[in-house]
């Protein structure tokens, strides 16, 4: 019986959840697995990965091989390197203190590097906030300067049209001032100006 350790998925449309096992080859890819090594979220950023490192060490050393995509996994987490310092430690190049503590190395080193990129990510989140906020600013100080010019532009138009309504009322009156107003009147203008 050949083994594998690979991802059998989990989770809904979408939004795959993987659980990292090793199986028997003819299995089905979501079918029985012999062992349950961990978990791969890839919906996180970065991507969350929860492995049983020497129960992974262990299927590898008894002969299991990993899909291309499990040995990724185990490669990122250590469990590739670990085996390749146990097969050290068996053939005699190693201590299994130097082994462990080549190790531990790696793994302060690898979580720095993860650290680093979890820094790098959260500050350009933080950066995209930054700017959509400053963009929205912007947009809304453009809006209100133009509600402010549209009003501006209101109270002027209706000023203009009182004044015109003024004018066109003093008009008016000096029309009505000029014009006699009964026929008699009209009457003496016309003989003071024949005269």
Do not use: C
């Not at 185990?74 to 201590?95: E, R």
């Amino acid at each position: 019986m050949s083994v594998k350790i690979r991802l059998q998925r989990h989770g809904r449309k979408g939004k795959p959840f993987y659980w990292i096992v090793a199986a028997d080859a003819r299995s089905k890819r979501d079918g029985r697995s012999l062992e349950k090594l961990g978990t791969y979220n890839p919906n996180t950023n970065p991507a969350t990965i929860d492995l049983d490192i020497d129960g992974a060490v262990k299927w590898l050393q008894n002969g299991a091989q990993p899909t291309d995509t499990a040995r990724a996994i185990l490669s990122y987490k250590g469990a590739l390197l670990k085996n390749h310092l146990a097969g050290g430690v068996k053939k005699g190049a190693l201590t299994e203190e130097q082994a462990e503590a080549k190790f531990q190395a790696w793994l302060e080193e690898k979580a720095s590097k993860v650290s680093e990129k979890e820094g790098k990510i959260a500050k350009a989140k933080e950066d995209e906030k930054a700017k959509k906020l400053s963009a929205e600013k912007e947009i809304n100080q453009s809006r209100k300067a133009a509600a402010e010019e549209a009003e501006n532009e209101a109270i002027k138009a209706e000023a203009d049209a009182k004044a015109a309504a003024e004018a066109a009322a003093k008009a008016e009156e000096t029309v009505e001032d000029e014009a006699p107003k009964t026929i008699d009147e009209v009457a003496e203008q016309a003989k003071e100006e024949e005269k």
